[in-house]
């Protein structure tokens, strides 16, 4: 009996991981989420260790330690807008396991067939979400070049390297021995993570993770295969069904494919369709107009961009959001899909400003209420603003759904300049009538609003 | 095909559908903290790396990757866990 008792401990794990992700569906019970989530890797890991199979236990238990001493000061000391960073980098690290776990199981008996099978998904899933994780950080960190590496037959270098290593894997499944064959193997695999991020735009990250996401979890699918445990089947089923759904969001979002994403090389300059407009007038406005347009105002939206974030704008905007309040003015956010740089890290953002999370609205809930606003206020969001997303078929951005911020009565944008945004599209918002563009920092701009607003 | 295997096949074609719907109902307000909630769940490949490093007889080869391996998986589960409770506390209704 004793022997069966890392079984029980298996199914309560698996009870454990579904509810903490049923638990995570609103706000109000979510902490008690990540509370099962943390008791059901307990009990996955307790319950391994008393496996009959597990004999040694000095070394993992270092070994846990060790980790356990990088992982938590990672945790409290990443700021809030590194969150897609240390993301990415602990998608690298789980990715790792699994491929290292692959590699080991490879050496150790040799499979065959099905099993085999399962171990070259896993292992290939590994290294590469592993090297491409790494890459993702890199890009996200500014320490790889944020915008897009390109060279020509680029794909066609891709394409042949992942058939080069699938043929491999064949290979291998079929001829299982131990040979060069893994080694080569392992080798394309590193390589390829590399070069799929490589020609993928800082814009894009969003997408790129959530997938990497979810190709992690397909990794420790593929290693609960191997290894015939269904606990790591469950979680990472969970986990790729997570990721997936997310990325597909993402697309949607910037009315992108998945191929485009990953072999279209966004965020180059754009030709053409950009610089037309540029010298048309902009009707600009000071702080002092703008604090008086708010204070008469029943009704305003604020629109934050990542570059709300970049400036640290978060804890002026809500001290605006405060002192409008308390004039009676109803002030709320609404948030684009990929405002921020992974899925939901605006509302993260806000959150940590003591923003509440039932003013915060996501895009179509808000959209049929920007024709009663008074005041739309933008700061630091360009393209998901931009009215040619609806209307200008040769814009790039065409189709992609928006915030229709132009229908407010008044629309504010706070920018440090008229200079084009990531994605060089001019932005036609700008030069309507009723746009007063408020050009500055977006945190002093703020604050200086909130000082300018009329005593009560 | 082995009995094992079917088995597993058969949890595969539960677990999949159950992730897509448990995930479709989570707020995009929580899709930052739901990635961070299941890469850390994801990291539960540490059982593998456990079994691989602690298995009698396991060579110096298969307990050097097995222990690197719970070293990264134990990273990944600490900081995705730690890093998702954080980011929930922030998140609150009404004003204080």
């Known amino acids: 009996m004793i022997e069966q008792i890392w079984q029980v401990a298996y199914i309560f794990a698996a009870l454990s991981i579904i509810g903490s992700i049923k638990w995570l569906s609103s706000p109000a019970t979510a902490r008690q989420g990540v509370m099962a989530g943390q008791v059901g890797m307990l009990f996955a890991v307790v319950g391994t260790l008393l496996r009959a199979e597990v004999v040694d236990y000095q070394w993992i238990l270092i070994s846990i330690f060790i980790g356990a001493a990088i992982g938590a000061p990672l945790a409290y000391l990443m700021p809030m807008t590194a969150v897609p960073q240390l993301t990415a980098l602990s998608h690298a690290f789980g990715a790792l396991a699994a491929a290292l776990v692959g590699t080991a199981e490879y050496y150790r008996q040799t499979p065959t067939g099905f099993t085999m099978t399962a171990l070259v998904i896993e292992t290939v899933l590994g290294y590469l979400t592993f090297t491409a994780s790494i890459m993702a950080f890199g890009k996200l960190q500014e320490i790889v070049p944020t915008r897009p590496i390109t060279y020509k037959g680029q794909n066609f270098v891709n394409i042949a390297l992942l058939i080069f290593a699938v043929a491999l894997g064949v290979w291998m499944i079929v001829e299982p021995a131990p040979s060069w064959v893994f080694p080569t193997f392992t080798g394309l695999s590193l390589l390829f993570g590399v070069l799929l991020i490589i020609p993928i735009g800082g814009g894009d990250m969003p997408t790129v993770i959530a997938l990497l996401n979810s190709y992690a979890g397909a990794a420790c699918a593929a290693m609960g295969f191997a290894l015939s445990n269904r606990l790591l089947i469950i979680a990472g089923a969970l986990n790729a069904a997570s990721g997936f759904i997310l990325s597909v969001i993402m697309c949607k979002a910037m009315n992108r494919s998945f191929l485009n994403v990953l072999f279209g090389a966004f965020g180059q300059v754009q030709e053409g369709a950009s610089t037309a407009m540029s010298t048309k007038p902009v009707h600009s406005a000071t702080a002092e107009d703008a604090a008086a347009i708010m204070a008469g105002a029943r009704k305003i939206i604020v629109v934050p961009g990542y570059g709300m974030a970049v400036a640290q704008a978060q804890h002026k905007l809500r001290e605006l959001t405060d002192a409008l309040t308390k004039r009676g003015v109803e002030v709320r956010f609404a948030i684009h899909p990929v405002a921020g740089r992974m899925p939901g890290h605006m509302n993260v953002l806000l959150a940590e400003a003591d923003i509440p999370y039932d003013k915060m609205h996501e895009m179509e809930e808000i959209n049929p209420d920007f024709a009663e606003a008074d005041v739309a206020l933008v700061i630091g969001a360009n393209d998901v603003v931009n009215p040619a997303a609806r209307h200008d078929t040769a814009s790039p951005i065409f189709g992609m759904p928006i915030l229709d911020v132009d229908k407010a009565h008044t629309v504010m944008v706070i920018k440090r300049s008229m200079n084009p945004g990531f994605a060089g599209i001019d932005n036609e918002l700008y030069y309507m009538d009723r746009t007063l563009m408020l050009f500055g920092d977006a945190k002093s701009f703020v604050s200086d609003i909130v000082k300018e607003l009329p005593a009560t | ?96």
């Open chain 2, 1 to 96: 095909m082995t009995t094992e295997t079917e088995m597993s096949l058969y949890v595969l074609i539960l677990a999949v559908p159950l992730g897509l719907q448990l995930v479709q109902r989570v707020s995009p307000l929580l899709h930052t903290p739901l990635m961070s909630l299941t890469n850390a769940i994801s990291a539960i490949s540490v059982v593998g790396a456990i079994l691989v490093a602690g298995a009698q007889g396991a060579t110096k080869l298969s307990q050097v990757l097995g222990c690197v391996a719970v070293v990264a998986s134990t990273i990944n589960i600490v900081s995705g866990f730690l890093i998702t409770d954080r980011m929930l506390k922030m998140f609150r209704k009404k004003d204080k």
